[in-house]
């Protein structure tokens, strides 16, 4: 079981709320990932991280923010939640090995009214 | 375009009988392809990877094929458990970027039947 931890695990929120997802891994791995995905849909990157300070807008473009204070923790904000933000969301965190196997997160659904 | 295909799309099947699923991709350059199952509700959690020079990986009852010459794998799950119902995602990494930039296949959906 890897060492990764995303909260809330469901949220319900109404539109126009500001909304954050917590993230955290205690792997001390350096690089870590957001997925967005859909119900019988492959995961689309969203934003990762090489390391602390380090981020970087991924394939799919995303509303959201995040950021990278502390390298165990990456949290992405939700300005203001649409509809449109309805998903679930999925963090991942990897070594700098040459696998590089990324290690998942439980995910955060999120409904958005 | 670099894809990951995955068939069948879904698939039931009776405990303890066995299965294959199947995974072509056009991805290139080629660094690797790994095999995940993502139960309902959770993270995807890794069962197998393979490098070019890798023909087959076992994990317990999963076994990953790999052609690099065709592009294609499987996995091949043998004497099937309840606990095997779940989205097998198969994704493989390009070796062009820095980031090792993963592309991700839809999934089987397996669902095991007593």
């Known amino acids: 079981e890897a060492d990764i931890y995303q909260t809330p695990r469901y949220l319900v929120i109404g539109t126009g709320k500001k909304i954050t997802l917590e993230c955290s891994q205690t792997?001390?791995?350096?690089?870590m990932y957001w997925y967005q995905q859909d119900p019988g849909m492959e995961l689309h990157l969203i934003h990762y991280s090489y390391g602390v300070n380090s981020t970087e807008k991924g394939d799919l473009s995303s509303e959201s923010t995040v950021s990278r204070i502390r390298t165990e923790h990456f949290p992405l904000t939700l300005e203001s939640a649409r509809p449109s933000h309805t998903s679930q969301y999925l963090c991942a965190s990897s070594e700098w090995d040459v696998e590089e196997t990324q290690y998942f997160g439980p995910g955060t659904r999120l409904l958005v009214l | 375009k670099n894809q990951v295909e995955q068939s069948p799309q879904s698939l039931i099947i009776l405990e303890g009988k066995n299965c294959t699923l199947q995974?072509?991709?056009?991805?290139?350059?080629?660094?690797?392809l790994r095999w995940y199952k993502q139960d309902t509700g959770r993270g995807p959690v890794s069962l197998t990877i393979m490098t070019f020079s890798e023909n087959t990986k076992s994990n317990g009852r999963y076994t990953a094929t790999l052609d690099a010459d065709t592009k294609q794998s499987s996995l091949h799950i043998t004497a099937s458990q309840l606990s095997d119902s779940a989205s097998y995602i198969c994704?493989?990494?390009?070796?062009?970027?820095?980031?090792?930039?993963?592309?991700f296949g839809r999934g089987t959906q397996l669902t095991v039947w007593p």
């Open positions: 792997m001390g791995h350096d690089k």
């Open positions: 995974c072509n991709y056009t991805v290139s350059p080629f660094s690797n």
């Open positions: 994704v493989v990494t390009d070796r062009g970027s820095t980031l090792g930039r993963l592309y």
